[in-house]
Every structure is written in C-alpha cells, then in structure tokens.
C-alpha cells in the first residue's frame, strides 16, 4: 500500500484525541484526515492494511518455514560430517596397521609387494564404498 502510514497514524492519534476530549479540534483534525486519504474511505484504508498484514504474515510464514527446512538440512550435513570424520579416522588407522604389517612381511620375505598391493586395493574399495553409503541422502 502506498500510503505514508505514519503520517496516517498521526492523524488518527490526533482525530481519537480530539474527539474523546470533545475537543473543538475534533473538526479539524477530522477534516485534515479526509484531505490527507483523499478519494479513499477510512474503512478502505483499513481493509487495505488488513490484507497487507496478512500478506506480509504469509510471508513470515514462509520464512518460517525455510528457516525450518534449512535447520533440518544443516543437522542431517552436521551427521554426516561425524560419520565422514569418523570413516577417516577409522580408515587412517586401518592404513597405518595395514602399511606396518606390509613393511614386516616384505622385510621377513614372507608376502610379495603384488600381494599387498592387491590387499590394498580391496581396501580402498571397501572405503570407496563406505563413503558413498555415508554420504546418500
């Protein structure tokens, strides 16, 4: 709505004012009203604000709403960060076991280097597939 609402909320203060005191502004104040609405009736006026009101609670609504589902997604990111955080541990540890155990056998002669780097790749797959659980929705 494109009326200056503090000023409309001026006169209206100064018209209720003059007429509960029966003051003999009340006809001025009154007919400084009508000048400043115009064509308009004080009732449409009102019923203009009404609607915008409740466009602009819609509106919150909505935003009410967005702030919800944004909540939402943020907590189900923030699960899926500890479950990623806690893959990377775990598998980092699992690295390390894997690569002293290499370095043992392959001193003591008793695996081939070929052999480890089979078993290393059925790791990084079994990682691979781990993240990609962890991360679907």
């Given at each position: ?35 400043f609405l115009g064509k308009q009736t004080l009732e449409e006026v009102a019923l203009e604000l009404l609607d915008e ?85």
């Amino acid at each position: 709505m494109s009326i200056d609402k503090q000023k409309l909320q001026a006169l209206l203060w100064a018209e209720v004012a003059a007429w509960s005191a029966s003051s003999p502004d009340w006809l001025s104040n009154s007919e400084a009203l009508e000048e400043f609405l115009g064509k308009q009736t004080l009732e449409e006026v009102a019923l203009e604000l009404l609607d915008e009101n409740e466009r602009l609670a819609a509106g919150g609504q909505l935003l009410v709403r967005d702030r919800d589902e944004l909540r939402a997604e943020r907590d189900q990111l923030k699960a899926e960060n500890g479950l990623l955080r806690q893959l990377a541990i775990d598998t980092g540890l699992e690295l390390r076991r894997a690569s002293s155990w290499i370095c043992r056998e392959v001193e003591a002669g008793t695996k081939s280097a070929t052999h480890w780097a089979v078993r290393l790749r059925e790791i990084a797959d079994k990682i691979d597939a781990a993240v990609g659980k962890a991360v679907q929705p």
